[in-house]
């Protein structure tokens, strides 16, 4: 999920600057966007609805947090693959050595929903929500 900027940022991308405004302000859904430093084919620690400039007022979603890539990994594992990147980019989906917040395994096989694991979780210090999209039409 996290090359939505990507398309946000397209003049013609109103569909999906929708969904984002919508998602953003739900009171059902547990929206949780995961990016890693590391990682060169996503937007950093960016909220994608307030990047796009469709984030409405008070917003509660997403939930924005780091995978912590090299805090979750054992020190030599990080060195193997700190720059493979395509490795990099598949490491969300990869068994961790010592995992923390985010670990794909737990999210999509553990006993919590996703709300109640993050529940109370703060989103990562270095968060980005300045508007960057020239384009923010919705529909």
């Known amino acids: 999920g996290q090359a939505i900027p990507m398309q946000g940022f397209l003049p013609d991308a109103t569909r999906l600057r929708t969904d984002l405004r919508q998602m953003a302000g739900s009171k059902t859904t547990t929206w949780v966007d995961v990016s890693a430093r590391g990682d060169g084919v996503c937007f950093w ?12 007022k008070g917003h509660r979603w997403p939930l924005v947090i780091s995978a912590a890539f090299s805090q ?6 990080w060195r193997k693959i ?6 990099l980019h598949i ?3 990869a068994a961790f050595d010592r ?3 985010y670990d794909y395994f737990q ?23 300045r508007v960057f999209s020239p384009h923010r039409g919705v529909e």
Do not use: H, N
């Open 82 to 87: 700190r720059w493979r990147f395509f490795r």
């Open 45 to 56: 620690l960016c909220d994608p609805a307030a990047v796009c400039g469709v984030a409405p």
């Open 107 to 129: 999210i999509t096989a553990g006993p919590m929903t996703l709300a109640a694991r993050y529940r109370g979780r703060a989103p990562s210090p270095s968060l980005e929500t």
């Open 91 to 93: 490491q969300y989906l």
């Open 99 to 101: 995992p923390r917040d």
């Open 72 to 77: 979750s990994l054992k020190p030599e594992t």
